[in-house]
């Protein structure tokens, strides 16, 4: 049941995937809908942003003072600046570490 | 004009830097899936199958705690339907392609291999080959999921939850957006999507994921109204 569950999930992932590149023609879309497409990482990716910083695995708010806020503002910084995709994991990441585990 | 292995090369090296947060995220989905009792296939299959890390952790919580079969599958397509903006973004730059091409790459369609292919392609529209950089993109971040939940399941329990590892997930996608902070419009569109995700996010089936990216897009078709 578990197998057929997955493999349903699977089919559902890949027609989420394959519809919009195989099956839509990109001319119905008009030049309005084409210019805001624009924003599409700018309008997804914070919503797996925010809640991976703000809420906890329990589902719950973070407090404010907690180290993961400091370590996204630490790779914020170091991201902008440097334009360089591994000094900012690693940065967010240290930074995180070094407050829960030496502070 | 660049050949098709120089842009399959530069999809490559354009998401391997993210493989500092993939790689410790692929191990924990693969670890979580183990901690929760489900077979070693089974957990490794999925990464095949759906091929999509906050949506296998998702199934398989849900699973184990008891939820349906039907609750698990609506809350992956929930989850994953973001992909659907994907594939409008990049359905201008992949028309050329066979019906049958565009079957097959649409599998390797991927968060950080869309953003980063994407970032390419604006810079390179008139290149032939685009869609290499996808390939390039897309099958080096497939490979790197198979290993690390591969190494996840392996090492089960040996993953100490301490490290906060998932944290490595959010780093990523500041990476990716981070550049478009001194864009005014960028700003009001993300600070719009981050809020509403926060706001929603005890909604139904995880549904905040693709909620705030409508809400926001609502906002930016707004922005685009005021900036004429």
């Known amino acids: ?8 999930a699977g089919i559902i992932t890949y027609l989420m995937r394959m519809t919009m590149v195989a099956l839509v023609d990109r001319d119905l879309l008009g030049e309005r809908v084409k210019a805001v497409l624009a924003y599409v990482p700018s309008a997804v990716f914070p919503a797996i942003i925010f ?12 407090e404010m003072n907690d180290p993961k806020i400091f370590g996204a503002i630490i790779a914020i910084l170091v991201g902008y ?8 994991i690693i940065s967010g990441l240290f930074s995180y570490w070094i407050i829960i585990f030496l502070l | 004009m660049l050949t098709k292995k120089q842009i399959f090369t530069k999809g490559i090296l354009a998401v391997a830097p993210h493989m500092f947060s993939v790689i410790p995220f692929g191990i924990v989905c693969g670890a979580i899936g183990i901690e929760l009792d ?25 699973l184990s705690g008891g939820a349906s079969a039907l609750i ?10 973001r992909h659907l903006l994907y594939g409008a973004v990049l359905s201008e730059y992949l028309e050329k392609l066979s019906f049958i091409k565009k079957l097959l790459i649409s599998y390797l369609v991927v968060d ?4 980063e292919s994407n970032k390419f392609f604006q810079k390179n529209k008139n290149e032939t080959h685009l869609h290499y950089h996808l390939l390039g993109s897309g ?42 902070i001194k864009k005014l419009d960028h700003v009001i569109v993300m600070i719009t999507c981050g809020l509403s995700s926060l706001l929603f996010f005890d909604a139904p089936f995880k549904s905040y994921i693709i909620i705030s990216p409508i809400i926001a897009l609502f906002v930016a078709a707004l922005v685009l109204r005021l900036k004429k």
Request: charged letters at 5%; one cysteine or more.
């Open chain 1, 1 to 8: 049941m578990t197998w057929f569950t997955i493999i349903i």
């Open chain 1, 51 to 62: 809640p991976g910083i703000f809420i906890n695995d329990y589902g719950t708010f973070i």
């Open chain 1, 81 to 88: 600046f440097s334009r360089n995709v591994i000094a900012t």
């Open chain 2, 38 to 62: 489900f077979s070693p296939v089974l957990v490794y299959a999925m990464s095949i199958i759906i091929f999509g890390g906050a949506s296998q952790i998702v199934f398989l919580q849900l």
């Open chain 2, 72 to 81: 698990a599958v609506t809350s992956v397509g929930v989850i994953n339907s």
């Open chain 2, 112 to 115: 950080q291999g869309f953003a």
């Open chain 2, 139 to 180: 099958g080096t971040l497939w490979v790197c999921w198979q290993i690390s939940t591969l190494a996840g399941i392996i090492l089960g329990s040996f993953v100490p939850e301490e490290l906060g590892l998932k944290f490595a997930v959010p780093l990523t996608f500041i990476a990716i957006v981070v550049q478009d």
